[in-house]
């Protein structure tokens, strides 16, 4: 008779096996802080690596706040020597990643001029194992399309995140989960100047894990603002 512990071995198998059939491949490495909290709503807890992600936008400040986020997980992937391709028909400021921790100097740049290259760039690039994450515009991306570059990505342990900017549709992909970044209004600090990037951060499908959604700044490090709000309004009442 087996114990429960290896009745819980056994589940954790099956569902690895799940993962992989549906799109996640393997997990590779434990959850780490720096992904918090979005690892919590991932199988396992754990943000997948060697996988795709779609983010969808429509409005152009939408599409900056989500190539802001975009650019703050890939930072924290390639962390001191990863390397990034960024495919895409618009002109990326580089001296700005240094904001979300990515030197520009770990980047590749790819202008696509043709409507079809950057999807056969990503295809590529995803099927090589020197990189460690690659950035692709690309707005529409269709199953038999999405399921080759995730196919590509499980193979090679390379991290995809696909960028869709106001596609016709919302249709279904291969990719494991979609995403929806939008902006916040920032906070000022004692300094002059912007003030600290907020988003809202939409995780609106997600493989065998749970949607949700937070509130986050970026200071170099994601912050949920979820308790400090709570705070607030505590400080508000008392006050």
Not at 14 to 21: H, I, P, Y
Not at 98 to 108: A, D, K, L, Q
Not at 132 to 149: H, K, M, N, Q, Y
Request: include cysteine; aromatic fraction near 8%.
């Amino acid at each position: 008779m087996r114990t429960s512990a290896d009745k819980q071995q056994v589940a954790r198998e099956l569902q690895a096996k799940v993962n992989s059939l549906q799109g996640f491949g393997p997990l590779r490495g434990p959850s780490v802080p720096w992904l918090s909290p979005f690892d919590s709503a991932f199988p396992g807890g754990v943000f997948p690596l060697g996988t795709l992600h779609e983010f969808v936008s429509y409005q152009p400040a939408h599409a900056a706040s989500t190539c802001g986020f975009i650019s703050a997980l890939a930072g924290k992937i390639l962390k001191r020597d990863g390397l990034c391709l960024w495919i895409g028909d618009k002109t990326v400021f580089p001296a700005g990643l240094s904001h979300f921790g990515i030197e520009p100097e770990r980047i590749v740049f790819v202008h696509a001029i043709k409507k079809k290259e950057p999807l056969a760039v990503a295809e590529e690039a995803l099927k090589c194992d020197a990189l460690t994450a690659v950035v692709a515009d690309i707005p529409e991306l269709g199953f038999t399309d999405s399921r080759r570059l995730q196919l590509a990505a499980e193979k090679s342990g390379v991290t995809g995140f696909i960028h869709r900017y106001s596609p016709a549709s919302e249709n279904s992909v291969a990719c494991a989960s979609r995403w929806k970044v939008t902006p916040l209004p920032s906070v000022m600090d004692d300094l002059p100047g912007i003030g600290t990037i907020r988003w809202d951060i939409q995780l609106n499908k997600v493989k065998n894990g749970r949607p949700a959604s937070w509130q986050i700044g970026w200071d170099g490090r994601f912050v949920d603002l979820a308790p400090q709000t709570i705070i607030r309004t505590l400080e508000r009442f008392v006050g």
